[in-house]
């Protein structure tokens, strides 16, 4: 079954760099589309960026583009979210799931705290 363990997030100042990072395991992860998603209070859980299978492939949503950059080592099983020039509204918990998160049937593992904070 699908596995996900994020790890990476903190507590970082505007304008700050973070690097997310996603052990995924139970599936063929290098056949696998991937995406980072976050969740903020009292939103609902948004996609930030997605990854094709091989990597050639990326796309990111209107809020994060320019500033995070998505990548992934199939060879270790792991994909990361690269995140500068970060605002207090990146505030979230982060996640990552197949893209799209319906492919994992409601799976999501325990996400990763970023708070960006002065």
């Known amino acids: 079954q699908v596995q996900l363990v994020e790890s990476g997030g903190g507590l970082v100042q505007p304008g700050g760099s973070l690097r997310l990072s996603c052990a995924a395991s139970g599936f063929i992860f290098s056949m696998r589309a991937m995406g980072w998603y976050r969740q903020a209070p009292g939103k609902q859980r948004e996609l930030v960026a997605s990854?094709?299978?091989?990597?050639?492939?990326?796309d990111y949503a209107h809020s994060v583009k320019g500033r995070f950059t998505i990548s992934r080592d199939n060879a270790k099983n792991t994909v990361f979210l690269q995140m500068n020039s970060l605002k207090p509204e990146d505030t979230a918990v982060y996640y990552c799931n197949l893209y799209p998160s319906t492919q994992s049937s409601g799976y999501w593992g325990q996400g990763t705290q970023v708070t960006v904070s002065s």
């Open positions: 990854i094709s299978s091989r990597g050639g492939i990326t």
